[in-house]
């Protein structure tokens, strides 16, 4: 175990040096000091870093992940030439590269967002923040672990990014419109809990209050939501999607031929 | 001590400005009559009665001749929850300077701290009322002043809470920098003609701020209405007019800033809707005239229902709103014009400050929405960005004719 | 020190290793050659635990290798490309290892570190060295530990000949030690004085497995390199 953790250390001191990293940092504390300077109303700057949360934390954080995984190859194979074992190593990689993506992410979005809000609302942010970044070097490191070739991996990658930031999306559209003479309370939240990137952007929509647009529909979200048990949730689907994820590709890559 | 200072004011003011052929008697104090009843049992029409501070729980008391009544130190009549506190009738009554509290509630009879019935002439002014069924209940009355009284009651339920100010069948009131809150409806107006209410502050009651129903020829201005359980409603009237008002955080399941049912003829001008999940909800009305309003942070800035028609909606700033404008049907026949939309992104190239291509305040979304709610689940999702992008390059479901053809490309200054 | 039995690789269609059997022992310098894709690369790999193979034993010092990886801490490995995290630094990397493996204690064999010099560029990200020094490194992390079996894949390809002849020095300097030394190499000439026995892998199968002293009588070439010539032509026929 403490083996796994120094690795951890040196994996993760050597990816906060990366300059996509450094970037990606950056460019979320220019977007969260540019929104916070020039839009007045902060609810709405925050509405703004949502979006950025939404879609470029999932595209960074599954992207990044991915290269990173193809670009240890080699280092991957020498350290498996120590007496470490299979699961230290991978997670090790992996616990390395979703900390410095979160790092990025408190640095870059999460200290501004404190610095103007400090309520439940900003923690909801961050925790989903934090947990989404988790979700998606998870599910990138599955698709790694799976396909042999980089190209191969990003594709499958980008994928995953388009239907899960998009295409699902589309998907409930047509569900709910298909099923409108039914009663959708429980399917609504069972599909949002099929989509890490929509459930994130739900548990925070509810926290803004657009509940009250919904009528008592969204009186009842809001109520699951907004509650301590609805962030239990939340965070509890969202750990899920790192998880089993994690669990699949710890499995194809304890019996994978390097 | 300032208070004492202002009663020696007002007595000498009293002593110098009524007419001689007046009396004054005394309540309390140490030479005045024991019981209000008593004092209001002697004094003729045209006296005054002023009450010295203390408590008195007296029964029902009765007004039925013109009389001042005058509270000093704020005396405070206790109704000990069984009755209505003071009951005033006849012509030319005033009421002024006292506290009432625990009128009795009933779910039979309307009890009120202050009754006022078939009357003429009733100035009601400078008064507490707390924890009470209906504060000030006016039935069949005429030449009303309802001004600067504090009322405070204790929600409870909708059908066992009365009403705040409560106008039935009156004319020519004036309602005027009340505060009212913890009541069933702040304001209420039927069958109400004539009048206005100005610069009242109605915050926190259970239904609505104003509700406003068969009363035409009103005016009501720089009010504020504040987290109502559903706002201020505005019903079966004609020529009402509504301006400078606030409407603000009114949000909750079915909440409005201003539900209009019915209404024709009227003007609603210069007013602020903030914070409400719906701004404006028209139904059924025309013949409006809706300028110079700002909405902002709203819901929906407004909610015009296909039952409306003639309405004119020009010159409104909209920003912030999730949905600017939603409606039911696909026929539309209300004009929008030259008003400034934060979502607007066209150019003005001919410099004349309105924006060269028209502004469609429907979005796609807000029409997926209508028909299935639960879609709002989507919000701010990146698929129903694309979809309204693409709707307003190819537009298909949303009304073709509900456009601003002149958007301005600056808020308007009001 | 290493006996394989009956191992056996496949890769979709192509069969790497076929029944393979083979045994090495300490105090022995082995060549595994044999031409591109005849499955050296996948014997080497499945005797540090990175290729699982289809069937077949393979034994360290004695003990069938299986889940338990702690095997490994007796060999040290230096593969054909070595390539580090870009902005780990050299003298990091050494820090890593040694601490991943402090459990071990012991003294650590810090000669070709001394002998490349690679102190001097300790505090030199990997990503700015030469593919030359970078074969040093892995040569250096190979030989730190003091293992009782080196597998040195293709060690000498990307060094210059300064290097490779420290490598060499250091190779013979061990050897006697009770160490057994695996070596693949295309570059025959190099690998003359040091080999004691080859193995000769063509198609996945063991072709050839002899002792020098033997091939040099079966072939009746005193050179290394013409040696194996013959036994490919012989094995061509």
Known sequence: MTAMWTLTRYIFSDIIRNKVIVLYAGFQLLAALLLFNLEENPDKALLSLLNIELIVIPLISMIFSTIHYYNSYEFIEMLLAQPLGRRQVFLSEFFACALSLVLAFILGLGIPVLLHFQDMLAFNFLLTGTLLTFACTAIAFCAAVLARDKARGIGIVLLLWFYFALVYDGIVLMILFTFSDYPLERLTLLLTALNPIDLTRVSMMLRMDVSALMGYTGALFKEFFGSFRGMLYTGGILFLWTLLPLILSLRIFRNKDL | MQNAAKSLFILALLATSFPLSAVQLIVGGAHGHATIAGALQLAAAGDTVIVMGGTYREGKLLIDKPLTLIGIDRPLLDGENARDILTLSGKNITVMGFRFENSGISAMNDLAAIKCIDITGVHIEDNQIARSHFAIHLANASDIVVRNNTIEGVPRSEHNTGNGIHLWKCKNALIEENDISGHRDGIYFEFVSDSRIRCNTSRGNLRYGLHFMFSNDDRYEGNRFIENGAGVAVMYSRKVTMEQNEFLHNWGNAAYGLLLKDITDSYIGQNYFVHNTVGIFMEGSSRMQILWNSFSKNGWAMRVQASCNDNRISLNNFSGNTFDIATNGTLVLNEFDRNYWDKYDGYDRTRDGMGDVPYRPVSMYSMVVERNPFTLILLRSILISFLDKAEKAIPSITPELLIDKQPLMKPVRV | ?237
């Open chain 3, 1 to 237: 020190m290493i006996e394989t039995r009956a191992l056996t690789k496949s890769f979709k269609r192509i069969r790497a290793l076929q029944q393979v059997d083979l045994s090495m022992n300490e105090n022995q310098v082995v060549s595994l050659i044999g031409p591109n894709g005849s499955g050296k690369t996948t014997l080497i790999k499945c005797i540090l635990g990175l290729v699982r193979p289809d069937g077949g034993e393979i034994h360290i010092n004695g003990r069938a290798i299986g889940e338990d990886f702690q095997y490994r801490s007796a060999i040290g490995y230096m593969p054909q490309i070595g390539r580090y995290p870009d902005h780990m630094k050299v003298g990091q990397l050494f820090d890593l290892l040694r601490s991943l493996r402090a459990k071990q204690g012991g003294q650590t064999d810090d000669e070709l570190i001394a002998h490349y010099r690679l102190e001097r560029i300790f505090d030199q990200p990997m990503r700015t060295l030469s593919g030359g020094t970078r074969q040093k490194v892995s040569a250096a992390v190979a030989f730190l530990f003091d293992p009782k079996i080196y597998i040195l894949d293709e060690p000498t390809a990307g060094l210059d000949p300064l290097s490779s002849e420290i490598l060499k020095e250091k190779i013979r300097k061990i050897r006697e030690h009770q160490r057994l030394v695996v070596i693949t190499s295309h570059i025959l000439s190099d690998l003359d004085d040091l080999t004691t026995h080859i193995l000769y892998l063509q198609d996945g199968r063991v072709h050839y497995q002899a002792s020098m002293e033997e091939l040099r009588s079966f072939t009746g070439e005193q050179k290394f390199g013409k040696a194996i010539a013959s036994i490919m032509q012989q094995s061509n026929r």
